[in-house]
């Protein structure tokens, strides 16, 4: 079983920076591919940024340039740094760990962004 705890969120005024963590348990972690995603009330969980075991990365339009997904495998760690962070980008923020057969979720942190 594996075990996914996302840390970072918060409030934060338009324009500000966010930098969200997720810490997995267990021996897999360098060899997942790991996500972020979100979500807001009455709507689907978006992807956000995704990054492979050998580092490469993809963002959603709408938080390319603004957004960067990293990871950090002697730490068991992910995270995503948030810039030029927008009103719209207020939701719950999930990381993911995704396997082959399998695929594990983090019990989200909230971010809110003020106008």
């Given at each position: ?20 963590s ?17 979500q807001?009330p ?34 068991n ?39």
């Amino acid at each position: 079983q594996v075990h996914l705890v996302e840390s970072g969120g918060g409030l934060v005024q338009a324009g500000g920076s966010l930098r969200l963590s997720c810490v997995a348990s267990g021996s897999i972690f360098m060899m997942s591919a790991m996500g972020w995603h979100r979500q807001t009330p009455g709507k689907q969980r978006e992807l956000v940024a995704t990054i492979t075991s050998g580092g490469s990365t993809s963002y959603a339009d709408s938080v390319k340039g603004r957004f960067t997904i990293s990871r950090d495998n002697a730490k068991n760690t992910v995270y995503l740094q948030m810039n030029s962070l927008k009103p719209e980008d207020t939701a719950v923020y999930y990381c993911r760990m995704m396997l082959p057969t399998t695929t594990y979720w983090g019990q989200g942190t909230q971010v809110t962004v003020s106008s």
